[in-house]
């Protein structure tokens, strides 16, 4: 079994620190209750579980007279990472058990590949059931989920589904195409080239 190591929490380093085995202490410290200064302990944060259907494992600290709720799994990688993740990226547990955040059960994907990860009950990619015997098909095109067709069946949604993703597979190559013979494509790599 690994040694337990420990670094201070990214962007709370002096509020509390982090284990590559998932757990987060809060740092001892002095508060102010009304006239009077009281000394709290460190201690070893309860891991708490969201109560939507992802579960995730998140801890509360206090941080400049504020309640923080920091992400365990987010925490552990981005702190032993030296990285701060946007929005478009989000933790996988290898294992699948989300009570696991140890950081050599974590990766990250990216949130369109994470969808793709999730099982769907039509068990085809891009279409949804949306009623009683009724469903979508619906793609993401320059950052937006359009829905593409409606009707009552799975496969024919697969089909245009299949469609719009060649066109629109056909229609990057061609954006690309265009870009890369303009005048302001080549202009751009001729002032990328002087600035080398």
């Not at 009281?38 to 708490?48: A, D, G, N, P």
């Not at 937006?144 to 024919?156: A, F, G, N, P, Q």
């Amino acid at each position: 079994m690994k040694k337990e190591i420990w670094m201070p929490v990214k962007g709370f380093e002096e509020f509390a620190k982090v284990s590559n085995y998932g757990n987060i202490v809060r740092y001892g410290r002095w508060v102010n209750s009304g006239t009077n200064k009281r000394y709290i302990k460190e201690k070893i944060l309860t891991i708490l579980k969201s109560k939507d259907s992802y579960e995730y494992r998140h801890v509360i600290i206090h941080s400049n007279g504020k309640k923080v709720t920091l992400n365990v799994a987010r925490t552990v990688y981005e702190t032993f990472n030296d990285i701060f993740l946007n929005n478009k990226f989000c933790m996988v547990h290898i294992d699948g058990n989300k009570g696991n955040c140890s950081l050599e059960n974590l990766k990250v994907i990216s949130r369109r590949d994470k969808q793709n990860l999730l099982p769907n009950v039509t068990g085809f990619n891009g279409v949804n059931k949306c009623g009683d015997n009724q469903y979508t098909a619906s793609i993401v095109f320059e950052g937006k989920r359009i829905t593409v067709h409606t009707c009552d069946s799975k496969e024919d949604c697969m089909k245009i589904y299949e469609l719009a993703k060649s066109l629109i597979n056909t229609y990057e190559k061609e954006k690309l195409s265009i870009l890369q013979n303009s005048k302001l494509h080549n202009k751009i790599i001729q002032k990328q080239n002087r600035l080398k």
